[in-house]
């Protein structure tokens, strides 16, 4: 059960694509076997012994083909259920009529094929093809062929219902999987248009966005917001002397003790170059402040070696509140000339717009 449970995580969390499409493969096979299994007992026990010992060597085809798959012969897997799906079908159908619903599972080929990204397109357009006219050919011979082994017309009857249930379930699967996968697929690509590659914060125009928001809710007599623009001090000659490795390093590094120094609620982002922001919430001047000096603290006590060398890394940070009638831009500026003015006091230290360093 649990091995089923992992599988489904996967097909739910997963934007690699052959890793969707092998999960749901293995999870088709272990439901394949298992029905499989179910099979052995209901022809032994309706006097088609032959069947049930086709449906042993089913069940271990799709054992030996799940094993195969984990061990990353995807192909040779591929091609056993294939076979099995196909053989079996055709056997069964022979053996105890179209109306047991055996030739359902053959449809079920071609969805797969499609899935499958392993093949070019010409080859999954020439398998569904062949499996489709193969499908018609078993619909013309079998349809109204008298079966081999004729069997309570009840169990057939619930052969047909279980057999067309199970495709259905199959097929949902499928969909489901393809649809989860387009879906984290589009969430992955949203996750990376809005986050800064090197740092892995907010990049500047979803801050932008997020800032317009909360500037939004602050005119509607909302919570208040808090702006605090950082710039790394002296950066270029971090970069002239250690590298620019070391100063991506830096970076990095200045970009977890901001993301670590704040509240959930709060938003971080990568402004530019060397530069960052913080949108803190529901935050008066008193707690910006203190969560300025609570970030510019940890960003330099820092341990940054390069060489055996101790590169020292600090940050000066200006701040500002979002004033009734005032743009975000306007606040912006603000933070920026408090910035400014923090640069030219010396560095390394916060500064409240419309304070004096």
């Known amino acids: 059960m649990k091995y089923i449970q992992d599988l489904v995580k996967t097909l739910h969390g997963s934007t690699n694509t052959t890793g969707v499409f092998l999960g749901l493969l293995t999870l088709v096979t272990v439901i394949a076997a298992t029905a499989h299994l179910s099979f052995i007992f209901l022809f032994d026990s309706v006097g088609v012994p032959w069947m049930a010992r086709a449906n042993v060597a089913s069940v271990l085809v799709y054992v030996l083909s799940a094993l195969l798959i984990q061990n990353g012969r995807h192909m040779i897997a591929m091609v056993l259920i294939v076979g099995e799906i196909l053989l079996h079908g055709i056997l069964a159908v022979a053996v105890i009529g179209w109306d047991s619903g055996f030739h359902y599972y053959i449809i079920l080929i071609m969805p797969v094929t499609i899935l499958s990204n392993f093949h070019a397109s010409w080859f999954k357009a020439v398998v569904a093809t062949a499996v489709g006219v193969l499908y018609m050919a078993l619909d013309f011979i079998f349809r109204n062929a008298t079966p081999l082994d ?6 057939l009857q619930g052969l047909h ?4 249930a199970s495709t259905l379930v199959i097929l949902a699967m499928l969909a489901t999987a393809y649809y989860r996968l387009v879906a984290n697929a589009e969430a992955s690509l949203r996750q990376q248009a809005c986050t800064d590659p090197l740092t892995q914060l907010q990049n500047r125009r979803f801050a ?23 710039d790394v001090d002296h950066f270029k000659r971090i970069n002239d002397v250690h590298g620019h490795e070391t100063g991506d390093t ?9 993301r670590e120094g704040v509240r959930e609620v709060d938003h971080v982002a990568r402004w530019g170059g060397e530069e960052f922001l913080m949108l803190l919430p529901s935050t008066d001047e008193e707690e910006a402040m203190r969560v300025s000096e609570r970030v510019r603290e940890a960003i330099a006590q820092i341990d940054l070696v390069h060489q055996h060398q101790l590169v020292p890394i600090s940050i000066t940070l200006g701040v500002s509140l979002l004033t009734p009638g ?26 409240l717009a419309g304070h004096e360093a």
């Open 150 to 155: 004729v069997i309570p017309p009840p169990m």
């Open 161 to 164: 219902y279980f057999n067309q």
């Open 208 to 230: 932008m966005e997020v800032a317009q928001h909360e500037a939004a809710v602050f005119e509607r007599g909302g919570r208040p917001l808090a702006l605090v623009l950082g």
């Open 250 to 258: 830096a970076l990095k590094a200045v970009a977890q003790a901001l």
């Open 326 to 351: 005032e743009s975000i831009e306007q606040a912006l500026a603000r933070a920026d000339q408090a910035l400014y003015k923090g640069k030219k006091a010396g560095r390394n230290r916060v500064i």
